[in-house]
C-alpha cells in the first residue's frame, strides 16, 4: 500500500500580543524556534516539515533563521491562518498534514509519530489528542487528511474557524455529533491536560528554560510533566488557563 506524504506544518510568525517575538527568545542555546523544529525532527513518519508565516513587515530575521538551517517555509495571511495553512499545504503537495504550533517548544516527535499511525491505521480524516485533553498544553498535535483541509477553507466562514484552522472540521466530525469527517481521539492513559509547557507570556518561557535546564532539549514530554508535577510550586505559570489564547483576533501563530 502506498504511504501518502505526510507533512508537518508549524505555524509561526514574529508578532505576538502577549510575547512578541517569541519564536527568536533565546532558549538552550539556540531559539525558541530552533528548539521546536528540532524535536519535531526526531519524528519519523512525516516526509517533511514547513514551517508557515507570514509576510510582516519585522518577519525578515525569523526567514534569515529558517533560511540558514535549510528549513523550508510558507508565507500567507496573517488573521486568516487556516488560508495560510491550506496554501503552505497545497504548495507541499501534502496529502496528511500534521498541524503543530511553534509555541510548542517541547514537542514530542515520538507522540507525533504515534498519532500520525493511529490516523493512518484507522483511515480518519481527523485525528488528535485535543478533542480530549489529556495531555500537557504544549503537545498538541493535530493530523488532517488535505482532503478534510481544503473542505474547511472553502466552506468555514466563523472567524475564529479562520484563525484557528481545525474547530470546523472537528465541530462538523462523527466526534462531535456530526456527519461530515471521521474523527479520532487519542488519549493518555494518565490525566496531564492540567500541565502546561507552551509557551504564550514569559512566565511560560521561564518554565521552559527552567525544564531545559534540569532535564535538557531530548527528554520525553512525559519527563518534563512529571518534573512539572513533582515541583509546581517552582512553576507560577501552571495557574493560566489553558487555551487562553483561543479567542477571537488572537491569531499569535
Not at 528554560?209 to 508535577?229: H, S
Amino acid at each position: 500500500m502506498r504511504k501518502p506524504k505526510i507533512v508537518v506544518i508549524t505555524q509561526a510568525r514574529i508578532g505576538s500580543s502577549r510575547l512578541p517575538g517569541k519564536v527568536l527568545k533565546p532558549l538552550g542555546g539556540s531559539t525558541l524556534l530552533e528548539c521546536h523544529l528540532d524535536r519535531l525532527k526526531t519524528s519519523k513518519t512525516p516526509q517533511e516539515i514547513v514551517v508557515a508565516t507570514t509576510t510582516e513587515d519585522d518577519v525578515g530575521p525569523l526567514l534569515k533563521l529558517l533560511e540558514n538551517s535549510g528549513t523550508p517555509y510558507f508565507q500567507g495571511s496573517t488573521t486568516d491562518v487556516l488560508e495560510r495553512f491550506y496554501r503552505a499545504a497545497k504548495y507541499h503537495q501534502a496529502e496528511v498534514v500534521v498541524r503543530v504550533t511553534s509555541d510548542c517548544p517541547l514537542i514530542d516527535g515520538e507522540l507525533l509519530d504515534e498519532i500520525v499511525l493511529e490516523a493512518l491505521s484507522e483511515s480518519v480524516d481527523y485525528c488528535s489528542n485535543v478533542l480530549v485533553e489529556s495531555y500537557p498544553d504544549g503537545q498538541d498535535i493535530e493530523v488532517v487528511k488535505f482532503s478534510a483541509l481544503e473542505q474547511a477553507w472553502k466552506e468555514a466562514s466563523l472567524q475564529s474557524d479562520r484563525e484557528h484552522v481545525t474547530p470546523f472540521i472537528r465541530r462538523n466530525s462523527d466526534f462531535s455529533g456530526g456527519s461530515r469527517f471521521r474523527a479520532r481521539s487519542v488519549e493518555c492513559d494518565q490525566h496531564y491536560g492540567d500541565i502546561r509547557m507552551t509557551v504564550d507570556e514569559a512566565a511560560d518561557l521561564e518554565t521552559v528554560e527552567t525544564l531545559i535546564g534540569v532535564l535538557g532539549k531530548e527528554a520525553a514530554w512525559k519527563n518534563y510533566a512529571d518534573y512539572i508535577r513533582a515541583n509546581v510550586s517552582q512553576f507560577p505559570n501552571q495557574s493560566i488557563n489553558r487555551n487562553e489564547g483561543y479567542k477571537p483576533t488572537s491569531h499569535d501563530t
